[in-house]
Every structure is written in structure tokens, then in C-alpha cells.
């Protein structure tokens, strides 16, 4: 089984400083990682996915992230954030095989709000 | 493409009643699932499904049904509602780990 963990809850960044919101997972198997971002009043929608290649991977809204397989993390961060980035981010994981198991495991989320 | 909708958006039940949630997506995707988002409390897996005909639980299913008759359609049921029910429920569909969302049902149980 998989398991992510978020370790910040909230995470509170002045408008355009630099922004890193932290991830570790844990399994067994080799994985596919994921950052999901909510709006408020909104459904997730996709940010950034690792399935395999470069352990950067960019994504929309000028956000990155790292796997680190030696460290089970896939920190996403961005350089200069704005006020639309006041969201809540979930990292998810699943099972990189698709022999029939690609539940998705969310983390508990990281409230990120940009104050001005 | 509508891609995954969720009905009713908004919904105020008594206790004791109950409702079915509708879900359908239009990508042919195999996985489907539901969640219920707490306040604070990240996303929790209610029950999801791999295919027509196949669902299971997930962390927090008690109170709750499902079904998967089509590959399109996954409905959530409740069947007797409790206040412990207030939440808002996400379904979702996804392909390769990625998931697609519906924009949620806001559900209050007075």
C-alpha cells in the first residue's frame, strides 16, 4: 500500500517571494506522483505529474517539482508566487504499474496563502 | 468534452433521509471514485471502482452504497443521513493515476 505525507498544513508566503510545499510518500512499488491544486468552491484539477524520465517536471502556472526516490519526496515549488496561487494543494501517489491498481492516495492537503 | 459531472451542486437533508448523488464522466475510464472532503481534513476515499460492475471500500464507506452498472455511471447512495455526513463529496475518474474531477456536491444534513 502507499501512503503521502504532507507535513505543512498552511503555509503562509509574502506575494512574490519563493514557495516550496513538501511531500513524501511511501511504498513498496515503483510510483506515479502527483500535485493536485483547489480553488476555492472548486473540484482538483491536475498541476504537475511524474510517471518517469526526468525527476523535474514542470507544470502549469509556472510550478515545478522534484522526485527524489532516495528521499520518497516530491517537493513542488515555485520562484516568484502570486495571489492566484491561494489554493490548496494535495499530492497523490499511485502505484507506477498498471497491472490492474492505479488507486490514487491523496495527502491531507497544504493551504498556501500569498499575502500581498 | 464534459468530462466528469457531478448533480445535485448544493443539497439539505433531514436526518433519516435519504438521496443518491449522481456521477457520470464521459472519457471511458475504467476508475472511478468518490471522496468526501472535511474541513482541514484532506480528501478521504468513500468507495471507488475499477470497472462496470466491480466497486469497493475505501477508509470511510459506512453509511454509504454504490453501485457501477455502466462504465459512465457511478451514484452514491445514502441511506439514512446523519449530521456526520455534512461534507462536501468529490467524485472522480482517472486513467494512468490521473484524476478527474467533478466540481462537488455541497451536502448539509440538519
Redesign the interface.
Known sequence: AQSVTQLDSQVPVFEEAPVELRCNYSSSVSVYLFWYVQYPNQGLQLLLKYLSGSTLVKGINGFEAEFNKSQTSFHLRKPSVHISDTAEYFCAVTPGSNFGNEKLTFGTGTRLTIIP | NAGVTQTPKFRILKIGQSMTLQCTQDMNHN?M?W?RQDP????K?IY?S?GAGITDKGEVPNGYNVSRSTTEDFPLRLELAAPSQTSVY?C?S??????F????TRLTVV
Open positions: 476508475y471514485y471522496y482541514g481534513m484532506g480528501l476515499l471507488y475499477v468529490f472522480a482517472s486513467y494512468l493515476g490521473e484524476a474531477f467533478g466540481q462537488g
